[in-house]
């Protein structure tokens, strides 16, 4: 028995009905991809809101919710982005776990946050908080957002029962969270959701630019290194474009390192400034510097940095960094050449002398015509500075970038940000904000 052949109704009316819920679906789809739920809030319910740059604060919330979820039912995780006046006013409990990027602002996922404490009133008399703090006690304005949010808190009436501020990861500052939370009754698990760090051995490592000295013939750095990494198990990593590799040391702390090539490949390869301190080598840098390739085994795994996905769009790309920045972005790079992108690279180094192994392949693709420009700044052979080349350039790059243009930036902060007042002043407040705002420009700084 062979069954009918589907046929389609001749019918104007049948046809009318069909398009009309199409339409209706496509709405109600828009609508809430556009306005994902978040749920209706009960009253007497847990909180865990995270604010994180590179993914450190958002690892210890989900950890943190985990915890809390042993022992309740009722427990939320959210984004700052994403939490509301209302979703916090209905919270009987709040765990605050935010870090602060730069010179105390709030990270990128926590604008309408920080925004939010700016000018809102929330009725938190009720509501027991505690808040972790991540910064970087190198920054003048050591962990700023979480103590405007414990502030805020404090002022909408709220108990604080918990306040950690966590100088770079410091195992120490960690353990006296764990010990708050231990103290109300949430016990440490074994099980995490966070990927955990495995064995890796390094393949290689080349020095690609010499020493550096401040103005007082301080040594600051012992050079620059190229280095690859390959996973002791041999499985081939996996990454998307902006990660980080999170390096281990055996005293506990941790480093990310920008990984600086194209997912797909057998190995991770970064660029480290060997950084120097009154002689002695940054524990992160010292490590993977002094590694005997072939024989030397480091513990770590890659991090996730959503924030630092290639640039959204097809418009050309303008890329901007210094030193190993590089690692940052040449994996954008090489992505927005293989999609045929206009490219155009200002780069920064200290002197041309002894980066041949660094500045070589930024030049073999510009002359190869990868790249369709390409603008070196000497910063100790004559003072100029990308942001200089940015100030100088200013007609070509508003030509270049147009409407749709992009830009990519990576590299230590005080470049960064005198980048961004350089690229406002050429393009606009507007011009920037929107770029923001669309994915059309990504940063990248430390």
């Known amino acids: 028995m062979t069954e009918a052949p589907l046929r389609m109704s001749d019918d104007p009316a049948h046809w009318a009905i069909a398009a009309g819920l199409v339409a209706l679906w496509l709405l109600l789809s828009w609508r809430w991809l556009r306005n994902p739920a978040t749920g209706p809030v009960a009253a007497g319910q847990c909180l865990v809101v995270y604010a ?124 006296e969270w764990n010990r708050i939370l231990s103290r109300e009754g949430f016990a440490a698990h074994a099980e995490t959701p966070v990927a955990s760090a495995s064995s890796w051995h390094v393949a290689s490592c080349k020095q690609v630019a010499p020493a550096a000295f401040d103005a007082s013939s301080m040594q600051t750095s012992d050079g620059l290194y190229r280095l690859s990494l390959v996973p002791e198990g041999g499985a081939p990593p996996d990454w998307e474009i902006g990660d980080l590799f999170e390096l281990r040391t055996p005293d506990g702390h941790i480093r990310d390192y920008s990984i600086a090539n194209r997912p797909g490949a057998g190995e991770v390869q970064l660029f480290v400034r060997r950084v120097m301190d009154n002689g002695i080598p940054g524990r992160g840098s010292g490590l993977l510097t002094e590694a005997e390739p072939g024989r030397t085994h480091v513990t770590g795994r890659i991090r996730e940095h959503r924030l630092f996905r290639p640039a959204t769009g097809h418009g050309p790309i303008l890329a901007i960094g210094a030193g190993s920045g590089w690692a940052g972005l040449r994996p954008h790079l090489a992505h927005a050449m293989a999609e045929s992108r206009p490219c155009w690279l200002v780069f920064g180094e200290r002197t041309p002398a002894g980066t041949d192994a660094l500045l070589a392949e930024m030049q073999e693709w510009h002359q190869d015509g990868g790249l369709q420009r390409l603008e070196l700044a000497f910063s100790r052979q004559d003072g100029r500075r990308v942001q200089d080349i940015i100030a100088d350039k200013a007609k070509d790059i508003a030509a270049f970038l147009g409407n749709e243009g992009c830009i990519v930036l990576c590299g230590r902060l005080a470049m960064g940000e005198a980048c961004l007042a350089a690229l406002r002043d050429v393009l606009g407040a507007e011009w920037m904000d929107q770029a923001k705002a669309t994915g059309r420009l990504r940063c990248d700084f430390y």
């Open 52 to 175: 994180s740059q590179t993914g450190h604060a958002e690892d210890l919330a989900r950890e943190t919710h985990h915890r809390l979820r042993a022992a309740l039912e009722d427990v939320h995780l959210f984004t700052a982005d994403r939490v509301t006046a209302p979703i916090l006013a209905a919270a009987e409990r709040i765990y605050f776990i935010v870090s602060t990027t730069g010179e105390g602002d709030a990270p990128d996922n926590a604008r309408h946050l920080d925004a939010m404490i700016t000018r809102d009133s929330v009725d938190l008399s009720d509501t027991q908080v505690s808040v972790l703090a991540l910064g970087d006690r190198r920054y003048t304005q050591f962990c700023a957002f979480g103590n405007r949010v414990r502030a805020w808190a404090e002022r909408m009436g709220a108990r604080i029962s918990g306040f950690v501020t966590v100088d770079d990861l410091a195992p120490a500052d960690l353990a």
